[in-house]
């Protein structure tokens, strides 16, 4: 055996192990997606309100026009890669957003004492205790239909699963001997959150909110479907789905292809959360469906 | 028994006050002022003053919060801006048939997710294997006006079994065939997610129970599998209520985008018009409406539970 080989055995035993095949295959079809958002104007073969009134809704396959055209001529393929990027964008910053608030709230939550612990707990099961794509539409509705306001209210929607699952967390992790070192050793509050909580709470919520991606998504296509998000001619999947509705007898493909495609990014994300869930090994606690 | 009624109705009382305070203040957020809108930009100040008194705007918020809610406890929803006819009157035709739909799905959801579940548990391995991954599926958080769309392409475009939308015919309107003719797409489209749910969830709860000690004794007593199967299946009822009575609610929220798609007269189809009507008082009513009937349905099946399963009412209301 030579020390290469040595070597590379000894490199291979301290990597982490590697990620089955179809996380691998799910993480590659978000990164293209991802490629879509910013190379999407070079790749759409036409601009996303190109409009050709003489070849208004063609099927699929038609030549020149790989999904057809739409009730003003659209290109649907161009339509859909362009609106990637809106129907990604407000799917992921919502997340972002209220992946940090939901956890600085769950961690307060979670590390402060049970009074504080109550009231924040018992606030948010108020939000939880109706259905959330009824607060974002009431939210939406108020600001004004924009696709800032759209991103308002899912992030103010998505804030208390997020805490919840936070506090779940962290309430689990103060019973652990590491914390009560850290606690005897005279670590402020903060110093624990910061280096003893977060990272233990990191996995788990980096699988929950890939799922919550995968809502987000469809919720936010959802308002914009409901004329509360993007406004046309934006090139954006809900939006495009409701202008279908106008055309489901004489071209119904106009309809499948922003269905679908809404339907399969949703999958995706939440596949990918199942997996992540999987390979980091996580017990998911306090979640709801 | 009693207790159990007292703890739980004490506890609903916050969430109902919670769930009116969000619902007031978000139309708070509505953008401009309210009494521009109208008495319009020529109006003189001593108007606008009046107009202001009149609506008792010139109260502070909380103010307004209590009167707001004293008269929706009557009834009272305010005035919709775009029909000129009372909130309540056009809520409750709406919720009424918001109501048929839910039902309808939630009768499909719950029969058939618990079918599922038990041929998920009990059935030969390569059947249950394929049954659970399509359920797994189903049960993500699936975009119903995707599914509706698809449903109306396939169903009611292409081979023209069911009506595209609508929820009766205008020809013979009290029909009660041509309603479930007009149920079936939005049905099946609404009860989709919950049934994978369900399914998913039910199956988990039956091979837990049997996991439990009886089990085995019933297995040990010479017992046929069958009703080895039934003990199983009556142990695990209470949980199948609680599952469903959580996806009933959530369907109530779902709904609101299968209506759209469907043309269907319920309280989603209401929010989605006044919402390019700008009708603030019908969008306000229609989410309290149905944040109100989540939590009534929460409540009716925690006690339902209580009824069922003597260990939940032994161990109380936990919150």
């Known amino acids: 055996m030579t020390s290469a080989a040595v070597l590379t055995t000894r490199f291979r035993a301290r990597r982490r192990p590697t990620w089955a095949l ?137 804030i208390p699963p997020v805490a919840r699952i936070v506090e779940a ?21 903060f110093l624990i959150a910061v280096r003893h909580v977060v990272p233990n709470i990191r996995a788990p919520l980096v699988v929950y909110c890939t799922t919550l991606i995968g809502l987000s998504i469809v919720d936010a296509a959802g308002l914009s479907f409901l004329g509360l998000g993007a406004s046309p001619p934006t090139a954006e999947w809900g939006l495009m789905l409701n202008d279908a509705r106008n055309y489901f007898f004489r071209a119904p493909a106009v309809a499948l292809a ?32 | 028994m009693k207790r159990y009624l007292g703890q739980r109705l004490l506890l609903t009382a916050p969430i109902l006050i919670g769930v009116s305070i969000i619902v007031f203040f978000t139309v708070q957020l509505v953008p401009g002022d309210p009494i521009s809108t109208l008495v319009g930009a020529h109006a003189t100040p001593e108007t606008r003053t009046l107009m202001t008194k009149q609506y008792g705007l010139d109260k502070p918020l909380p103010v307004q919060y209590v009167v707001w809610l004293g008269h929706a406890l009557q009834g009272n929803l305010g005035a919709s801006i775009s029909q000129q006819r009372d909130v309540t009157g056009i809520v409750t035709t709406a919720f009424s048939n918001t109501l048929t739909l839910t039902a309808f799905a939630a009768l499909i959801a719950v029969v058939l997710g618990a079918v599922l579940a038990m041929t998920i548990t009990f059935g030969r391995r390569r059947l249950s294997r394929m049954l659970s ?61 919950p049934t994978g749910i ?45 599952i469903s009575g959580l996806q009933i609610g959530y369907l109530l929220g779902g709904v609101v985008f299968v209506e759209v798609v469907f043309a269907w007269p319920g309280i989603g189809q209401l929010v989605y018009q006044s919402i390019s009507k700008r009708d603030y008082p019908v969008i306000q009513a229609g989410v309290l409406v149905s944040a109100l009937a989540f939590v009534v349905i929460n409540l009716v099946v925690d006690v339902a539970r209580a009824v069922l399963d003597p260990r939940v009412r032994a161990s109380g209301v936990t919150a």
């Open chain 1, 258 to 289: 922003p269905a679908l495609a809404i339907l399969l990014v949703a999958l995706l994300f939440n596949a990918l959360g199942d997996r992540l869930r999987v390979e980091l090994d996580v017990r998911q606690r306090g979640a709801t469906p």
């Open chain 1, 22 to 158: 179809s996380t691998q295959v799910l993480l590659a079809l978000v990164v293209l997606l991802l490629g879509t958002v910013f190379l999407g104007s070079v790749i759409a073969p036409y601009g996303a309100t190109d409009g050709d009134p003489a070849n208004r809704l063609l099927g699929f396959g038609s030549a020149g026009h790989l999904l057809g055209t739409d009730g003003q001529g659209r290109d649907i393929l161009s339509r859909l890669i362009l609106g990637t990027r809106l129907s990604l964008l407000t799917g992921i910053i919502p997340v972002l957003i209220a992946g940090t608030v939901g956890s600085a709230v769950g961690l307060c939550a979670g590390l402060a004492s049970r009074l504080v612990n109550t009231l924040i707990m018992r606030t948010l099961d108020v939000f939880y205790s109706f259905p959330s794509i009824l607060l974002a539409i009431g939210v939406a509705a108020a600001l004004g239909p924009s696709i800032k306001n759209a991103i308002i209210a899912l992030s103010i929607v998505l």
């Open chain 2, 133 to 193: 991954s399509v359920v797994s599926l189903a049960s993500v958080s699936m975009p119903q006006y995707s599914l509706g769309v698809i449903f109306i392409v396939v169903f009611a475009a292409d081979l023209a079994w069911f009506p595209a939308g609508g929820m009766r015919d205008v020809l013979e309107p009290g029909s009660t065939t041509s309603l479930l003719h007009h149920l079936v797409l939005p049905g099946l489209t609404a009860a989709a997610i």
């Open chain 2, 198 to 242: 369900i399914a998913r969830m039910f199956s988990a709860t039956l091979a837990e129970e049997s996991q439990e000690p009886y089990v085995e004794n019933l297995r040990a007593r010479g017992l046929s599998e069958w009703t080895v199967r039934r003990h199983i299946v009556h142990g695990s009822l209470a949980s199948l209520l609680t």
């Open chain 1, 169 to 189: 967390e962290v309430v689990a992790l103060r019973s652990a001997a590491f914390m009560k070192v850290a606690e005897c050793s005279g670590a402020s509050r």
